[in-house]
């Protein structure tokens, strides 16, 4: 089994690699192939890399380049891990939108936008070149904004799912809280991708006992805690919001918050300069410590996973990703593309049933809904006008002069990225 990592000289890699290692049984990778085009970064990454793998006994080999094409060949999957402007990029997308008092985020808002607008083209890009090499592999899709990148390669007839570490960071947290195995608790996770929440926390599989009401009640402070909101928040809605809908449900006190400190894009860029420094020291063969803060967790295991159910290794069946919408949502299209609970198997994903929806969640998934429409038209075709009516669509902004202020900023700041400003 081949597999290859576009954007593996990214400092996520070694969490990835860890998983590939312990969990060779299940995914057994014969090359592993890490693709990037900063040569200096993918050294010291690929290095480590083979380490973790000797270490750990694994037969695999791993190579290194900055040949996409030549990457890709063969591969039977795909990983998708790219940031389009790197950190410095990401930095921009958390601060100037603060100037209009928006909230600056790398996946939702103006900067989610931003993000969207650089990554779409560069992904389909990569996606053609993989169909070129090889049609028959799957494409993996981290990069993030996940939803609307994801959506951008299934209208584009790539076989692609997306997938993001959020639902299984909670599945290993509430297995934690209740003393069981994450294997035996399954999540009713329904939503977007940044926008969902856990309305039922079940013990066994998706028909067993929901244990949430007793999660709440008994770790409430705890899970409140993680989510930085008010315990009464948890407690009123009686379900778990993803901690991204605290951007919704506390946005100007989140921008007051953002005003005060160094953006996550400059700690990130500190963390990987310290991370890089001890991915060149050779005598490090496991993931450092550090790389814990650095965000992902749990993601290389839901890759695993994920892969292995593709790829017909016997990975979970059921699992969270992103994938069309196909009627489990009514209020949707089927094209939209939704964050929930699905069955997995060699033909792709397919979402499980979920319970009627309350308005009072329905409704913002639906507003995002359209504004993801409208992000993705903008993506593919540009223009100055498509850029100002997502902004508008978008509920965190909706106020035409902050969408006329915020399209201006987002053209000034992203120029060299948009072939068509």
């Known amino acids: 089994m081949k597999l290859a990592v576009v954007g593996g000289g990214s400092t996520y890699t070694p969490e990835l690699i860890d998983g590939f290692a312990r969990l060779r049984d299940a995914l057994p990778i014969e090359e592993l192939v890490l693709v990037d085009p900063a040569a200096d970064r993918l050294e010291l990454v690929g290095g480590l890399a083979r380490r973790i793998f000797a270490k750990q006994d694994h037969p695999g080999r791993i190579v290194t380049t900055s040949d996409l094409d030549a990457g890709v060949a063969g591969a039977d999957a795909v990983l998708l891990q790219l940031r389009v402007g790197g950190q410095a990029a990401r930095d921009q997308d958390e601060t100037w939108p603060l100037e209009c008092g928006c909230v600056g985020q790398e996946t939702t808002g103006a ?193 695993v996973d994920l892969a292995a159910s593709l790829l017909g290794g016997g990975g979970s069946a059921v699992q969270v990703v992103n994938t069309y919408n196909n009627g489990t949502l009514p209020f949707l299209p089927d094209d939209a593309v939704i964050e929930t609970q699905a069955r997995v198997d060699g033909t792709g994903a397919t979402p499980l049933a979920v319970p009627r929806l309350d308005p009072m969640y329905a409704g913002l998934i639906a507003n995002v809904t359209a504004y993801e429409d409208l992000a993705l ?36 700041h992203n120029r060299e990225h948009l072939a068509w400003a």
């Open 111 to 303: 900067g989610g936008l931003a993000k969207a607008l650089r990554t779409v083209p560069i992904v389909l890009d990569i996606a053609e070149r993989v169909r070129r090499t090889n049609p028959d592999a799957w494409i993996i899709d981290f990069t993030n904004p996940v939803g609307i990148v994801t959506r951008a390669l299934l209208q584009a007839g790539h076989k692609a799912v997306g997938l993001c570490n959020v639902a299984i960071g909670f599945q290993r947290k509430f297995a934690r809280l209740l003393d069981v195995t994450p294997a035996e608790v399954h999540l009713d996770h329904v939503g977007l991708n940044h926008l969902s929440w856990e309305l039922g926390v079940r013990l066994g599989g998706p028909d067993g006992e929901d244990v949430l009401p007793r999660l709440i009640a008994e770790h409430g402070d705890a899970i409140a805690d993680d989510l930085h909101m008010p315990r009464a928040i948890v407690d009123r809605l009686g379900v778990v919001p993803s901690y991204y809908l605290r951007y919704f449900y506390a946005h100007d006190e989140v921008v007051r918050e953002l005003g005060t400190k160094p953006s996550r894009a400059a700690e990130v860029a500190a963390m990987e300069k310290e991370l890089l420094a001890m991915y060149g020291d050779p005598a490090l063969d496991e993931k450092p410590a550090l790389l814990a803060k650095r965000g992902g967790a749990f993601y290389s295991e839901a890759a």
């Open 377 to 412: 038209d903008a993506a593919l075709r540009g223009g100055r006008d498509r850029v100002f009516k997502a902004l508008l669509a978008h509920p965190l902004i909706g106020q035409f002069e902050y969408a006329e202020a915020l399209t201006d900023k987002l053209i000034a």
